[in-house]
């Protein structure tokens, strides 16, 4: 494994099923994250769409979520006019902010559950890859 950590942006998604679940790629992730094996990368609005969904669907793991969220080194990225005007050309306005955000932060990898990301063909668009939880699992384990 090479020196340089490994830049990871997570979608709420991957966020959302990994602390709802101790077992799966989302959780496999953010342990990676946790060791300091890849550098977590998130956005404001990851970090409120998470917030919405643990009150909506889980408010049991609010607190659990607190912990986790102070826990884990994340570094905001935020996403800048020029990779917002292009993440847009690319994918639905949801969730353009998500991909410029992961532009913007120059990351290796855009981890999401989501399959507006995983279904479109990216191939020379982005520096990065974008993939779910097992994929990125497989390739850098």
């Given amino acids: 494994m090479n020196m340089k950590s490994t830049k990871v942006f997570l979608d709420s998604s991957i966020i959302i099923a990994g602390l709802a679940s101790e077992t799966g790629g989302s959780h496999r992730v953010l342990a990676?994250?946790?060791?300091?094996l890849i550098t977590p990368y998130i956005s404001e609005e990851v970090t409120?769409?998470?917030?919405?969904?643990?009150?909506?669907?889980?408010?049991?793991?609010?607190?659990?979520f607190?912990?986790?969220?102070?826990?884990?080194?994340?570094?905001?990225?935020?996403?800048?006019?020029?990779?917002?005007?292009?993440?847009?050309?690319?994918?639905?306005?949801?969730?353009?902010?998500?991909l410029a955000a992961a532009i913007s932060g120059k990351v290796d990898w855009l981890l999401s559950l989501d399959k507006h990301f995983q279904v479109l063909d990216w191939k020379g668009n982005l520096e990065f890859k974008i993939a779910s939880p097992q994929l990125f699992l497989n390739e850098f384990l």
């Fill in 66 to 98: 607190y912990t986790l969220f102070k826990s884990l080194p994340f570094v905001f990225a935020v996403a800048d006019e020029k990779a917002m005007k292009y993440a847009r050309t690319l994918i639905n306005e949801k969730d353009a902010s998500i």
């Fill in 32 to 36: 990676l994250a946790e060791l300091g």
């Fill in 48 to 64: 409120e769409e998470v917030m919405r969904n643990i009150q909506k669907k889980l408010p049991e793991s609010i607190a659990h």
